[in-house]
């Protein structure tokens, strides 16, 4: 089915259950308990997650497969939003042309780059797309005011042409979305103490993100896949063969350039504003933070670090002192202070630290990352059940690389 | 006439912080081959060491004074530093006053010890990976220590003054004939370059005429065949990154006064500082510091406003685009040497 083998049907199948049911997943506490901090079932976070899942398996098809680091991809983010919100300041307020856009000219801008980017390798490659990008930001900031909006952004106003749409009655405020229906509906169930949200916007993307998470299989699996591969270990090799790897590369340049066009398009459905601040070199050091995190290289990786982190941003920064006072209330008075002493940098506003360190830890301990890692748990506890299979537990370690 | 000059001095300044961190990058890539993303932390760190040591001169004791009152009549708490009881005021005064000079005695230790533990804690394991996983474990590195610095200073800016008798500004106009004002610098900008000059030339004299430096020298070329000589190259090469260190916080304590430190301004100069590497030429010293002046000083030209009235917003990208050009134009940059990263 879908062309796909069982293990990764099996995958998909997972992943897509995951998603749909991620309002009941991500909202395991009661309302009003001391846990319901942890809960991520908002629809806006939940937006965040599957939108920058998206932006992190885009770059993961250049990165986890030809091995060339950008640090400039945020860029493209940023052009796609850009476009996103010009088609529904001129067009309409549907999000189907602003998506069509925002992919399109991403992947135009992207071609461009990519053809002068490409010309050179490693941290060449690097210092490169992270100097468009930076050039990028900068001139959104200063010299393209008139069609960024500079340093404010832009977003849909009232008296905007609005072509399709004709322009809105007076007084009503701009709001995305498909054929009456937008993006900002909910509905709420509530079941018991809990309280579950289901947002349009986030099941649209969500249904994006399962369709891009799809094609990065494909290309995975596809030879082309093994082409980019092949660029990885041994471009000369490939080079010798009489091979020309350039417009592979490119392709895949491209095509993760179009896929960070997908996820600014989807910021800007999801909440109709884009500043320049978003193309800036941090936010390209965020998507490489999670793909690392994730596992580079692997199919769900990507998704799984642009989860972790975009879950740490929300979750864990608002955990303050008095709410781990609170925590470690039973504890005795100067234990307390202490035990509250030693985790508070980690956490609230230090979360950023903790996300560092845990950089550095699977970047020198785990380069295939949390989903190594889960694997490495995964292999121990079998190895303890079964020890007496050790040949055939050898075998099917060695055929499944990180993946 | 002037104008041209205002700009060169002013390109100066920058160009000498560019320089600075963009040498001790080459340093390491030079030595150890490795691409060092957490520089610009050691810089910021550099600075932050002019801040500490700020902050540990005016550790003050509360005395209350009974003869003085508040305005709502309580006794006057007076702040005395720790320093002023046991020197006096104006020994005290001084030393306060002249803290960002000082903080050079304080932070080349410092910086030695941060380069040592960082080559031998982590770096030394990142020899044999990929570029790719070098970049990436410094940033995260560099992340960890800005954090770090970030949760014991706050997130705001401390300004860090410069000595009183370098806080004016100085009329270079007047000196070289111009009429009086129009070339107004400030004394702690070319203070500054000056330090830069010095720091800059040491290095080099020091890799030029000593017996380490030559071994450094030869090991930069041909670290095996050095190696096989029977000399311990790896630990020289520690050295050096150390030496690289303590370049990048020197270059840190000074900036100190002309933009007060904040826990993010090591990586908005780290950004840079590569390009002025790429651009210099990865591998060539000469050129990492031809390329920092050369920077700098193409940044301010563009800033002009004759400039920016035909070509609007180029300052912004001026730097990124001669980067772009180079790196197409002339892959090996400015000066770089054959076979250094070269694909």
Not at chain 2, 46 to 56: I, S, Y
Not at chain 2, 92 to 111: H, K, N, Q, R
Request: glycine fraction near 12%; aromatic fraction near 12%.
């Amino acid at each position: 089915m879908l062309k796909l083998d069982k293990k990764d049907m099996r995958l998909f199948i997972i992943v897509a259950l995951m998603t749909i049911l991620a309002p009941f997943i991500l909202n395991p506490f009661p309302e009003g308990s001391g846990l319901a901090q942890f809960n991520a079932g908002y629809p806006d976070l939940m937006q965040r997650f599957v939108i920058f899942g998206i932006f992190a398996i885009g770059f993961n098809i250049l990165f986890g497969l030809t091995g060339y680091l950008s640090f400039g991809h945020a860029a493209f983010l940023g052009v796609g939003s850009y476009a996103a919100i010009w088609m529904m300041k001129l067009l309409t307020m549907n999000v189907i042309p602003a998506i069509i856009a925002s992919v399109a000219i991403a992947g135009v801008f992207a071609l461009v780059v990519g053809f002068i980017s490409l010309r050179r390798s490693g941290i060449y490659f690097s210092i490169l797309t992270l100097a468009f990008a930076q050039m990028s930001f900068a001139m959104a900031y200063s010299v393209l005011t008139p069609i960024t909006g500079g340093e404010t952004g832009l977003q849909p106003k009232v008296n905007d042409p609005r072509i399709l749409d004709a322009a809105l009655a007076p007084g009503a405020t701009p709001s995305a979305g498909l054929f009456g229906l937008e993006m900002r509906d909910s509905y709420e169930l509530a079941l018991g103490n809990w309280l579950f949200t289901f947002n349009f916007g986030y099941y649209f993307a969500a249904a994006l993100m399962l369709v891009a998470f799809y094609t990065s299989m494909r290309i995975f699996r596809s030879p082309f896949g093994m082409m980019l591969r092949g660029v990885k270990s041994n471009q000369q090799r490939l080079n010798y063969t009489g091979l020309n790897s350039k417009p592979y590369t490119l392709a895949a340049f491209v095509i993760s350039g179009m896929y960070a066009g997908l996820a600014g398009g989807l910021l800007v459905a999801m909440d109709t504003q884009v500043g320049p601040e978003r193309m800036f070199w941090t936010a390209s050091g965020e998507v490489v933070l999670m793909t690392i995190l994730g596992g580079a290289g692997t199919l769900i990786g990507p998704v799984l670090g642009a989860g972790f982190i975009k879950y740490m941003e929300n979750i864990i920064s608002k955990i303050n002192e008095s709410i781990l006072h609170q925590w470690f209330y039973w504890l005795p008075d100067g234990l307390e202070d202490l035990v509250v002493g030693m985790i508070y940098p980690f956490i609230g506003k230090g979360w950023h630290l903790t996300l560092g360190i845990m950089f550095m830890l699977v970047v020198i301990f785990l380069p295939g990352g949390l989903v190594e890692g889960g694997q490495r748990i995964g292999r121990w506890v079998r190895g303890k059940g079964r020890k007496a299979d050790a040949t055939g537990d050898k075998k099917s370690t060695a055929s499944t690389p990180a993946e | 006439m002037d104008a041209i000059i205002l700009q060169i001095l002013n390109g100066l300044d920058k160009g000498s912080a560019y320089a600075l961190i963009a040498l001790g990058l080459t340093l390491i890539f030079g030595t150890l081959g490795v691409v060092n993303f957490a520089h610009g932390a050691l810089f910021m760190l550099g600075a932050f060491c002019a801040v500490t040591l700020n902050k540990l001169l005016t550790l003050s004791f509360i005395t209350i004074d009974e003869t003085q009152k508040d305005f709502l009549g309580n006794p006057l708490k007076v702040e005395t530093p720790y320093i002023e009881g046991w020197f006096g005021p104006e020994v005290a005064g001084t030393v306060i006053e002249w803290s960002v000079p000082l903080a050079i005695l304080f932070a080349i230790p410092i910086m030695i010890l941060v380069g040592l533990v960082m080559e031998r804690g982590l770096i030394k394991y990142f020899y044999k990976r990929p570029h790719a996983d070098q970049i990436l474990v410094t940033f995260g590195l560099a992340i960890v220590l800005q954090e770090i610095i970030k949760y014991f200073y706050g997130a705001n800016p401390i300004p860090t003054p410069a000595p009183s008798a370098f806080s004016g500004s100085f009329d270079f106009g007047a000196l070289l004939g111009f009429d009086p004002g129009t070339i107004i610098y400030p004394y702690w900008r070319l203070v500054y370059f000056g330090f830069a000059a010095v720091v800059i030339a040491g290095v080099f004299a020091f890799l030029r005429y000593t017996t380490f430096g030559m071994v450094v020298r030869a090991g930069m070329a041909d670290r095996e065949t050095v190696g096989l000589l029977g000399i311990n190259i790896d630990k020289r090469f520690t050295i050096m990154f150390a030496l690289a260190a303590c370049v990048a916080g020197l270059a840190g304590v000074m900036y100190a006064p002309i933009n007060s430190p904040n826990y993010h301004m090591g990586m908005d100069f780290l950004v840079l500082s590569f390009v002025v590497v790429v651009v210099g030429g990865m591998g060539s010293l000469g050129g990492a510091v031809a390329a920092g002046f050369l920077l700098g000083v193409l940044e301010s030209f563009a800033s002009m406003s004759q400039v920016l009235n035909v070509l609007p917003g180029i300052n912004q990208i001026i730097i990124y685009l001669v980067a772009i050009i180079v790196l197409l134009t002339r892959p090996r940059g400015l000066m770089g040497r054959k076979g250094v990263m070269e694909d």
